[in-house]
């Protein structure tokens, strides 16, 4: 019984294990299949590759030519220097948590030095440029890495001296030791200057040259541009090539910055606006939240830094890819206006001059089209195109998107970086109410106008970076910007 008993327990447990064995062989290739499932149904987007090579510029000896022509600007003689202040690391608010540290745009135009907490100070009569930076303390390398030495900081960046920032009062006074008095140059009121009370400051002229010279750039800030527009239109491209209907403005966005990252470009120049359907006719719309549908347009205003230097580009687009009649209409009218005024941009044009090409040429097609019931000349005597396009034709473009805030009266120059950008929209803030006004509303085609406003047309916006030249215009930007250009990019999705 005992022998039996034992065969019986042996052979129950060979059972067991095969059973085991042949469960867990089930088990592995039920997984593995529904692995291979999912996998089926999850679309790879391909990864994206840079196809443009950075221009081959040295940063410390472009930055050291800039500042010898701000020197430049400077009578022989002059006992004085320039002092700028770099800009800080600030936090969100009221937390330890950093926000993404940019340069202050002036004190890298000079310095091409990137880390905060820096002071720059340059003596006018000898032309050599002292940088202060932080004396870090040595636990500083935990947490952010590897302490330069002034030594390797004046190696890398081209500037021949390099001290500390406890250095900065002592080595001012032995610059400021002269007989005839020593001016130190200052870029507004609120610049910190150690032992201030001691030097004669002057807050009235630095910033006017420094804003004079950077409109007109150098042969390698012109290349870093072109860089920076390159990958930005490519970046366009490949959203434009992208979009579609269901997805979300968030989505459009995240391409773009996708295409500007495959190269190195992870700074953009401002928020960018990916704005579709009604929102395409809010200026500034930056929530890029809203899901975007069949029939919608999307304007996408964006650009991309390279080292400081930036874009600003935009196009508009129907999300699937085919212009409706009335797009198209809208859009070509649109497209015309920017080719007229890019084709007046040359020396010695004022932006004046360009702002009223501009106009002129919108109350034209506004009238040729249907949408005002006035003349051309009635359109300008009353603004009446201002309900459609509400903002400049373009601006300065460099360091800063808006490299001077109001250059209404300023001529062009040769080695300018402007943009175009005229647009037409449909916003009911602003055509609603002023299709009933007593006084002006009868310009107003309300038949032509109405539908739009309710079928949350939203507007058109095109926009390009434009070198200014003695021989005409040279456009940097090209995604692609006619009708059939566009639709035929986004048919080959």
């Not at 062989?25 to 299949?33: C, G, K, N, P, R």
């Not at 140059?185 to 630095?206: A, C, F, G, R």
């Not at 473009?397 to 950008?421: A, C, M, Q, S, W």
Request: charged share 20%.
């Amino acid at each position: 019984f005992f022998f039996s008993h034992s065969l019986f327990m042996v052979a129950t447990q060979n059972v067991l294990a095969i059973y085991s064995s042949f469960v867990t062989v089930l088990l592995l290739v039920s997984v593995s299949m529904f692995a291979t499932d999912i996998e089926k149904k999850i679309v790879y987007e391909p990864s994206i590759d840079c196809v443009y090579s950075p221009p081959d510029v040295s940063l410390p000896e472009m930055h050291s030519e800039i500042r010898q022509l701000l020197l430049d600007e400077f009578p022989t003689g002059t006992q004085g220097a320039i002092l700028m202040n770099g800009a800080f690391v600030t936090t969100r608010y009221d937390t330890d948590v950093e926000q993404v540290f940019r340069q202050e745009s002036n004190f890298l135009y000079v310095t091409g030095y990137d880390q905060p907490n820096a002071t720059v100070v340059m003596d006018i009569n000898t032309r050599k440029t002292i940088l202060f930076i932080p004396d870090r303390p040595e636990d500083y390398a935990i947490w952010n890495g590897n302490i330069e030495s002034p030594a390797q900081i004046s190696e890398k960046y081209l500037i021949p001296e390099v001290y500390y920032q406890w250095e900065l009062s002592t080595i001012l006074q032995n610059l400021a030791s002269t007989p005839n008095g020593y001016t130190i140059y200052v870029m507004n009121e609120h610049t910190e200057v150690p032992d201030k009370e001691q030097y004669t400051i002057n807050d009235s002229e630095l910033q006017e040259m420094l804003y004079n010279a950077r409109e007109v750039k150098t042969h390698s800030e012109l290349e870093l541009m072109r860089y920076a527009a390159s990958v930005s239109s490519g970046a366009h491209e490949i959203v434009m090539n992208y979009t579609k209907p269901g997805l979300y403005e968030y989505n459009i966005e995240g391409r773009f910055l996708d295409g500007c990252f495959a190269c190195g470009l992870t700074i953009q120049s401002y928020i960018p606006i990916c704005a579709s359907g009604n929102n395409s006719a809010i200026l500034h719309y930056v929530s890029n939240d809203r899901l975007m549908k069949d029939g919608d347009l999307l304007l996408i205003d964006a650009g991309a830094e390279y080292n400081g230097y930036g874009t600003d580009i935009t196009r508009t687009y129907p999300v699937n890819g085919v212009f409706t009649d009335i797009q198209r209409e809208v859009y070509n009218m649109v497209l015309e206006v920017q080719t007229r005024v890019i084709n007046r941009v040359y020396p010695d044009v004022s932006w004046k001059t360009l702002q009223d090409y501009s106009e002129e040429y919108t109350c034209d097609l506004l009238v040729a089209f249907g949408y005002l019931n006035s003349t051309s000349q009635e359109c300008i005597d009353y603004r009446l195109y201002t309900y459609f396009f509400p903002h400049t034709v373009g601006h300065y473009i460099g360091l800063d998107v808006h490299d001077r805030f109001d250059p209404r009266f300023r001529y062009l120059k040769e080695r300018n970086v402007i943009t175009v950008e005229p647009g037409i929209y449909f916003n009911e803030a602003l055509l609603g109410p002023i299709l009933s006004d007593a006084v002006i509303g009868h310009f107003f085609v309300a038949s032509k106008i109405q539908p739009l406003l309710d079928s949350q047309f939203g507007g058109v916006r095109i926009e390009d970076v434009v070198i200014v030249w003695e021989n005409g215009p040279e456009v940097i930007s090209f995604p692609p910007k006619s009708v059939f250009a566009i639709e035929n990019h986004m048919s080959t999705q």
